[in-house]
């Protein structure tokens, strides 16, 4: 089975946060493990308008073009429409902010297995459509 997965703007961002907390390291290692596996095909990275938009807004150039160059990899673009709206609407009732509740929702429409995020709010939220966990849970769940 090909796994399909969502990354969030955090977790795109991680290996450029402060390596020196040892739960950083690990995170940024099993997601540079995530990103090899998307780069040798055997699993499907989906991504997003949100993606996207929020990458765009990123100030460190250098950084905005690493994470925008991996669009090119994903298997599939979820397009913003109004059925995200609805399903982004519907998270954002348990408390997530519009944004991380549009990733969800973009994962979800996006018939993704996994969301993986660094985002300690959103490891806390659960739906039943999606496995919602970082990236080192997900190293742990898959056998590839």
């Avoid at 990123?58 to 950084?63: G, Q, S």
Wanted: charged share 25%; hydrophobic share 40%; proline share 1%.
């Amino acid at each position: 089975m090909k796994y399909r997965i969502y990354l969030d703007n955090c977790c795109f961002n991680r290996p450029y946060d402060d390596q020196s907390q040892l739960k950083i390291y690990l995170e940024t290692q099993a997601k540079l493990h995530v990103q090899s596996l998307v780069y040798e095909k055997k699993i499907e990275l989906v991504w997003s308008f949100i993606l996207t938009f929020e990458n765009s807004r990123n100030i460190f150039n250098a950084k905005k073009i690493a994470i925008s160059q991996w669009e090119s990899l994903s298997s599939y673009f979820v397009e913003k429409s109004e059925g995200i709206r609805l399903i982004a609407k519907e998270i954002m009732t348990t408390g997530i902010k519009a944004a991380d509740a549009a990733h969800v929702a973009c994962a979800i429409a996006g018939n993704c297995d996994y969301f993986i995020t660094v985002d300690k709010r959103l490891l806390k939220y659960y739906d039943t459509r999606i496995i919602i966990c970082n990236p080192i849970e997900f190293i742990n769940h898959i056998e590839i």
